[in-house]
């Protein structure tokens, strides 16, 4: 019995860091897919923004979000088709639970390991 509290004890605590330091596999997995190629890796690119600014971007669907990427028409469709999924609010999640103000520091393990700068910075 003594050894199932523990293991729950661990559990737990390992499920509440998760949760407070915005680590949204889902929304780390499409940021990947969609953005780092041009804004670097996923910690990198959350935390070139603040909670405020994610937020604004992310308004009524990602709007501005879309209206950032409209020169590039390939990218564009990928975002609006993202935006009419549900996997969209992952995304935004990750970006607002990892912002530059959030307090929260990525760590490294399958998904996080690396650093790459991007080439083109984030524009609010």
């Known amino acids: 019995m003594k050894w199932f509290m523990k293991s729950l004890f661990y559990t737990l605590c ?4 998760l949760f407070a330091t915005g680590y949204d ?4 997995k ?3 897919k969609l953005c780092a190629s041009c804004h670097g890796s996923p910690d990198y690119g959350a935390a070139q923004l603040e909670e405020s600014e994610w937020e604004d ?20 469709h990928r975002l609006q088709k993202a935006s009419a999924k ?3 609010q992952h995304l935004e999640a990750y970006l ?4 530059k ?7 490294c393990d399958g998904n996080r390991c690396g650093f790459h700068s991007g080439t083109i910075p984030m524009k609010k």
């Open 14 to 17: 390992t499920t509440m860091l």
């Open 25 to 28: 596999e889902k929304g780390m």
């Open 30 to 32: 499409l940021y990947k």
């Open 57 to 76: 971007i992310f308004f009524m669907r990602g709007l501005k979000l879309l209206k950032i990427h409209k020169a590039d028409s390939v990218l564009y």
């Open 86 to 88: 549900k996997n969209f």
């Open 96 to 99: 607002i639970g990892n912002a």
């Open 101 to 107: 103000d959030s307090g929260s520091v990525g760590g």
